[in-house]
């Protein structure tokens, strides 16, 4: 089932995600619901609170993503559970990012090229992995996401004042997404 996106301006964004309890209900349809509404909004990654629901939980998919290259790791499918990261690691990079919760929107964010994570998959068996490239990426993106943080929070002052009107706009839910989304009122 494809659920909603919520937007830019929801409270359920910003707030911190709970530990997911091992016989959280309903856990495998959420993970194959945020699988779907993410490959219908053509996503790489997308984490439980921009769903509405305020768990550490994200699933990410960097196969089907349009910016892989020969210098990326090869790509990954996988839920993330109550994940922690352990290193960040390398030189910070510039790389574009955009967000299903703020449609139409990509800037340069600045992070470390690498990470490592250590996480429980959907069978909850416990993995730890250090990736870089695209993957880390998204991990990073998509970890945020679990702390109530957005990409646009990384841009510097002049940056965020540059989009405000954009960004005001996808509050105010004056956009017309190409794929379900929930704006608040
Ligand atoms: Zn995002």
Known sequence: MILPIRALGDPVLKKAAKDVPKEY???????????ETMYNANGVGLAAPQVGIS???????????????????PGMKEAFINP??????GDDVDFEEGCLSIPSITEDVVR??????SYFDRKFKKHLIEVDGLLARVIQHEFDHLEGVLFTDHLSPIKKRL??????KIRKGKIDPP?????VK
Not at 84 to 89: R, S, T
């Open 25 to 35: 209900d309903g856990l495998q349809e959420l993970i194959d619901n945020m699988y």
């Open 112 to 117: 470390p090229e690498g990470v490592a994570i």
């Open 163 to 168: 989009l405000k009107s954009k960004l005001d």
């Open 179 to 183: 794929y379900p989304m929930r704006f």
């Open 84 to 89: 922690e990261i352990v290193e960040l690691i």
């Open 55 to 73: 768990i550490k939980l994200f699933v990410a998919d960097t196969n089907v993503s349009s910016k892989k290259d020969e210098d990326y790791e």
